[in-house]
């Protein structure tokens, strides 16, 4: 193989040892927020039939997918997982008991423009409530997200959420603006939600472009740009058409976050719309309050994805958490974890003639549950030691000709420097070994 042939694919990592011991420290909080919730995970497959993305997901999200046709199946490799839990859903809806709360840790393909914080291959933590129609479940979310936040050792500043409704900018552009072309809002969104990476005046300018599918006059864009900067929940509830709930929606999800005592960590933000289609109500993101990385996690609410892809509606909402963002913020805020091989013990025969001996020792002590390593070669025994405080390793067992004549193995306690006889046959950990 060539030099450039041992690198993997443009976009996705390998996973060296201490790149995975913080893959599963992440992973590990993951599921512990998600159990704390009382969530059950799922999983789906990590290839589907193409046409589950291609239904709702949005243009941005299709022209990335990785799919290929094989024995005249059109075939994807999951964007991301929220279609595939609605697909699960649908298949078993009669037998669930709603409201439902499951999660997922997968792994997911996009064939995008990559920069700081996003690749092509990335795992995702997801957690989707089926089955609730009030605004109870996003504040659930947001509670779990910022909970998750501060199980990993960021302070209560670094993380922000920002909140919005996408029904509150629909029945206000659908009230004006769009009043004569309602099917212009969902590529409408695809193109605001690039506003924070492209900035207001490009967004004017695709929302003018005539060859777009939105095609706005000026002024119109200028003032949908405008609304994209409101701040204040009231001034956007105030500025809402009669007839419209959005705003009372959003309030109400305000003062359940004051019950969670999270209100301070949630700002209202106008110019969050999510860019895939298939959200329909409250929409909300999770950023690095000092603004240098993309958005950590993103979610809302989905009412219409299910019956979107051939079923019943069923009131949803849930978020994405990906694992590429939050591990490049904890870097830059010197919260990585020291995180060690975990070794208990380290076996080591002086020669080929005490090997049976030190397999015998290992085997013991493996059955206790503890993690071993069995020195394979006979490397110096200062080598040997070394490794082994250099790894975390608690005891050192020692199997000399002196040890197994006697039918003995000697331990060494690396911490305190103690050293202990163990007898082989009747073999005990002694008492206080860590």
């Given at each position: 193989?060539?030099?450039?042939?041992?690198?993997?694919?443009r976009?996705?990592?390998?996973?060296?040892?201490?790149?995975?011991?913080?893959?599963?420290?992440?992973?590990?909080?993951?599921r512990?927020?998600?159990?704390?919730?009382?969530?059950?995970?799922?999983?789906?497959?990590?290839?589907?039939?193409?046409?589950?993305?291609?239904?709702?997901?949005?243009?941005?999200?299709?022209?990335?997918?990785?799919?290929?046709?094989?024995?005249?199946?059109?075939?994807?490799?999951?964007?991301?997982?929220?279609?595939?839990?609605?697909?699960?859903?649908?298949?078993?809806?009669?037998?669930?008991?709603?409201?439902i709360?499951?999660?997922?840790?997968?792994?997911?393909?996009?064939?995008?423009?990559?920069?700081?914080?996003r690749?092509?291959?990335?795992?995702?933590?997801?957690?989707?409530?089926?089955?609730?129609?009030?605004?109870?479940?996003?504040?659930?979310?947001?509670?779990?997200?910022?909970?998750?936040?501060?199980?990993?050792?960021?302070?209560?500043?670094?993380?922000?959420?920002?909140l919005?409704?996408?029904?509150?900018?629909?029945?206000?552009?659908?009230?004006?603006?769009?009043?004569?072309?309602?099917?212009a809002?969902?590529?409408?969104?695809?193109?605001?939600?690039?506003?924070?990476?492209?900035?207001?005046?490009?967004?004017?300018?695709?929302?003018?472009?005539?060859?777009?599918?939105?095609?706005?006059?000026?002024?119109?864009?200028?003032?949908?740009?405008?609304?994209?900067?409101?701040?204040?929940l009231?001034?956007?509830?105030?500025?809402?058409?009669?007839?419209?709930?959005?705003?009372?929606?959003?309030?109400?999800?305000?003062?359940?976050?004051?019950?969670?005592?999270?209100?301070?960590?949630?700002v209202?933000?106008?110019?969050?719309?999510?860019?895939?289609?298939?959200?329909?109500?409250?929409?909300?993101?999770?950023?690095?309050?000092?603004?240098?990385?993309?958005?950590?996690?993103?979610?809302?609410?989905?009412?219409?994805?299910?019956?979107?892809?051939?079923?019943?509606?069923?009131?949803?909402?849930?978020?994405?958490?990906?694992?590429?963002?939050?591990?490049?913020?904890?870097?830059?805020?010197?919260?990585?974890?020291?995180?060690?091989?975990?070794?208990?013990?380290?076996?080591?025969?002086?020669?080929?003639?005490?090997?049976?001996?030190?397999?015998?020792v290992?085997?013991?002590?493996?059955?206790?549950?503890?993690?071993?390593?069995?020195?394979?070669?006979?490397?110096?025994?200062?080598?040997?030691?070394?490794?082994?405080?250099?790894?975390?390793?608690?005891?050192?067992?020692?199997?000399?000709?002196?040890?197994?004549?006697?039918?003995?193995?000697?331990?060494?306690?690396?911490?305190?420097?103690?050293?202990?006889?163990?007898?082989?046959?009747?073999?005990?950990?002694?008492?206080?070994?860590?």
């Amino acid at each position: 193989m060539s030099k450039q042939n041992l690198k993997p694919p443009r976009g996705t990592r390998d996973l060296y040892p201490e790149d995975h011991r913080f893959r599963e420290w992440l992973f590990g909080h993951f599921r512990d927020t998600a159990h704390k919730f009382a969530f059950e995970e799922v999983d789906a497959p990590i290839v589907e039939h193409a046409e589950l993305f291609m239904r709702k997901a949005g243009e941005e999200i299709v022209d990335q997918l990785y799919h290929f046709e094989i024995h005249d199946r059109h075939l994807a490799l999951r964007p991301e997982m929220t279609p595939s839990i609605a697909r699960m859903v649908m298949a078993r809806a009669g037998g669930l008991r709603f409201p439902i709360r499951w999660f997922t840790v997968s792994q997911n393909w996009r064939y995008e423009r990559m920069s700081r914080g996003r690749k092509r291959e990335h795992f995702q933590w997801n957690m989707d409530i089926y089955g609730e129609p009030t605004v109870a479940a996003e504040a659930e979310l947001i509670a779990a997200i910022l909970t998750m936040i501060d199980a990993v050792g960021l302070a209560r500043g670094d993380v922000k959420v920002r909140l919005n409704s996408r029904s509150l900018l629909e029945d206000s552009l659908r009230a004006g603006i769009l009043k004569q072309r309602p099917e212009a809002f969902e590529p409408l969104c695809v193109v605001i939600d690039k506003i924070e990476k492209i900035g207001p005046d490009k967004v004017v300018d695709m929302l003018v472009d005539p060859t777009g599918e939105i095609r706005l006059e000026a002024t119109e864009a200028r003032d949908v740009v405008q609304m994209l900067s409101l701040s204040s929940l009231d001034d956007a509830v105030n500025a809402a058409p009669k007839g419209s709930d959005a705003g009372a929606e959003l309030q109400r999800l305000w003062r359940l976050l004051e019950a969670y005592g999270i209100e301070d960590r949630v700002v209202f933000d106008a110019s969050v719309v999510r860019g895939l289609a298939y959200y329909t109500g409250v929409v909300f993101e999770a950023f690095d309050t000092r603004g240098d990385l993309r958005s950590i996690c993103g979610g809302g609410r989905y009412d219409r994805l299910t019956e979107t892809l051939g079923g019943q509606s069923i009131p949803a909402a849930g978020f994405g958490f990906g694992d590429v963002v939050i591990g490049e913020l904890l870097s830059d805020m010197n919260c990585l974890p020291d995180l060690k091989r975990r070794l208990d013990d380290v076996v080591y025969a002086f020669s080929e003639d005490e090997r049976g001996s030190a397999i015998e020792v290992a085997n013991h002590l493996r059955g206790l549950g503890r993690s071993v390593e069995l020195i394979l070669g006979t490397p110096k025994l200062k080598r040997v030691i070394a490794d082994a405080d250099r790894d975390g390793a608690s005891s050192l067992w020692l199997l000399g000709p002196h040890e197994v004549s006697r039918g003995v193995a000697k331990q060494r306690v690396l911490e305190s420097g103690v050293e202990n006889e163990v007898e082989i046959a009747n073999f005990a950990v002694p008492n206080g070994t860590p």
